[in-house]
């Protein structure tokens, strides 16, 4: 009698640990932390901090996304980057926690945001607005200075080349070159660069402009992790891919790479919770 209980009570256990480990690796935030040096940085940027986010795709983080705002806040950033999949569909729903999450962190810093291949919906000129009037910095193919204490350094941002060109290329490679000229036309010469884009596949073009350092998600850290072996899957790279998440180096450019914190098409994370990427910057002495 007692094994034909037990058997039940165990088949019970296991599924609640299932559910408990599969709700801790969608939900339970996680923090990444890198110092970048540089030669070239204004020593005004020294301690510099920025905080990354990335690939919401809509997802609720408790109510008001309290927990992920009350994290963002903690950490003190001088400036917080978005690089793209905010929305996953154009539902009033997917939209409302996006925006939601996006307001509250405009009183926490300057936020700057550029699109990814999942913000191109139909509204996606309604949702550029609205950002814009939440108080959002949308860099969309442009660049701005960044400020402190007389010093100055610039930042790029630049659209998914799903969002095409206005030239009209439809190659991606031409759009992203076309695209990071425009967000440079205004630097003056030889600051210190830092640029937002969505896609880190594309970190040989990137590096290609000189950019110093670049900030990109897209690959959702893989998505599914498994010990010793790494990421099995990311989009546009394919089966275990190279550039999913860290810190990256290509000559003189470095690229941070977040996990993400939301789920796409696949719902489930696994070995890879949802990520705040911290990074400050140093002057080399």
Do not use: C
């Not at 550029?114 to 939440?134: I, M």
């Not at 490679?173 to 660069?193: K, Q």
Request: proline share 6%; no cysteine.
């Amino acid at each position: 009698m007692k094994s034909r209980i037990a058997v039940p009570l165990l088949i019970i256990g296991l599924l609640l640990a299932l559910f408990v480990f599969s709700y801790i690796q969608n939900n339970l935030l996680s923090f990444t932390r890198f110092t970048v040096t540089s030669g070239r940085l204004p020593a005004a940027f020294t301690g510099y901090r920025i905080v990354q986010l990335s690939d919401l795709h809509g997802k609720n983080f408790g109510f008001g996304q309290r927990p992920l705002l009350k994290a963002v806040r903690k950490e003190r950033p001088d400036v917080i980057v978005f690089t793209g999949d905010l929305i996953d569909t154009d539902t009033s729903g997917n939209r409302s926690r996006s925006m939601t999450l996006m307001r509250g962190l405009v009183e926490i810093a300057l936020v700057y945001w550029v699109s990814g291949n999942n913000d191109s919906v139909p509204g996606f000129a309604s949702l550029e607005s609205e950002l814009t009037k939440a108080g959002v910095h949308v860099l969309a193919n442009r660049g701005t200075p960044l400020s402190r204490s007389g010093q100055r350094i610039w930042l790029s941002g630049i659209d998914d080349p799903l969002f095409g060109s206005p030239s009209g290329s439809r190659d991606t490679e031409a759009i992203v070159n076309e695209n990071m000229d425009r967000s440079t036309a205004d630097r003056p010469e030889g600051l210190y660069s830092l640029l937002l884009a969505h896609r880190p596949e594309l970190f040989p073009f990137y590096a290609g402009k000189g950019f110093d350092l670049i900030f990109a998600g897209h690959a959702h850290g893989g998505q599914i992790r498994l010990p010793f072996l790494g990421p099995l899957y990311a989009p546009d790279q394919g089966f275990f891919p190279k550039l999913t998440e860290g810190l990256h180096r290509n000559g003189s450019s470095a690229m941070v790479i977040s996990r993400g914190l939301g789920n796409s098409d696949i719902p489930q994370r696994l070995f890879n919770r949802p990520e705040i990427v911290v990074v400050t910057l140093e002057t080399a002495p």
